[in-house]
């Protein structure tokens, strides 16, 4: 069954590091996005990514981050320079034309020290 | 806006004992409602779905809810409980379309299922 891969699994970065996180959305799917769970708390929206753009984002999702989709198969978040506030689960997903639901990986801890 | 409300931070049921989730909704219109499951240490895997058809929504692995638009609510239910349904439970809603159908998501449940 197809699925939304992420990697690494698990990052740690040095505060003021830039950090990649990347993901495979499934492979025909149109819209993709990213979300982020502190420690305790709620799954929260970043952003979300249709036909190479940004088509909506969060309060969350300042200038220190940046999605791309560099070819036709990755989605990555970049952190300019991390903060120990952006220690999180980070999950990635994506969703098909004609469909509501998203499609999650399994998630990028990040850890910033 | 659309929100989602979890009524329960934590649930403990007994194996073969029915569960209840409970979550209530907030929207200006009718939304798309969903329950996804986390268990440890894996991603977030999509229960069921509601958008708008049957409001008794059939789901993976023998969960359902009902859409229960009078009460705003959208509980999940199972009628026997398996220790492999210990795992973080999420009532979500689905925000605009014109938003590209970000989702809102509860602040979860936690299922414990003892022997």
């Known amino acids: 069954e197809p699925e939304v891969t992420q990697t690494p699994s698990h990052q740690v970065t040095q505060m003021g590091q830039e950090v990649i996180l990347r993901c495979v959305p499934i492979s025909n799917h149109l819209y993709f996005y990213w979300y982020r769970q502190i420690l305790g708390q709620k799954v929260e929206f970043l952003v979300s990514?249709?036909?190479?753009?940004?088509?909506?984002k969060s309060e969350i999702f300042d200038d220190q981050f940046s999605v791309e989709r560099p070819d036709g198969s990755n989605f990555t978040l970049k952190i300019r320079s991390t903060k120990l506030e952006d220690s999180a689960m980070y999950f990635c997903?994506?969703?098909?034309?004609?469909?509501?639901?998203?499609?999650f990986g399994q998630g990028t801890r990040l850890t910033v020290v | 806006a659309q929100s989602v409300t979890q009524l329960d931070s934590h649930v403990s049921v007994s194996e073969g004992t029915p569960v209840l989730l409970r979550c209530n909704y907030s929207?200006?219109?009718?939304?798309?409602l969903f329950w996804y499951v986390q268990h440890p240490n894996k991603g977030l895997q999509l229960l069921l779905k509601?958008?708008?058809?049957?409001?008794l929504v059939k789901g993976i692995n023998g969960f359902e809810a009902e859409f229960k638009k009078s009460e705003t609510s959208f509980h999940l239910t199972k009628p026997s409980a398996h220790m492999s349904d210990a795992a973080e439970y999420f009532c979500?809603?689905?925000?605009?379309?014109?938003?590209?159908?970000?989702?809102?998501f509860g602040k979860g449940t936690s299922l414990l299922v003892t022997p």
């Open positions: 929207s200006s219109y009718s939304p798309s």
């Open positions: 509601y958008t708008s058809a049957a409001t």
């Open positions: 979500v809603v689905s925000v605009a379309a014109n938003s590209g159908y970000a989702l809102n």
């Open positions: 990514f249709y036909n190479n753009e940004i088509s909506e």
């Open positions: 997903a994506s969703r098909p034309q004609g469909a509501t639901e998203a499609f």
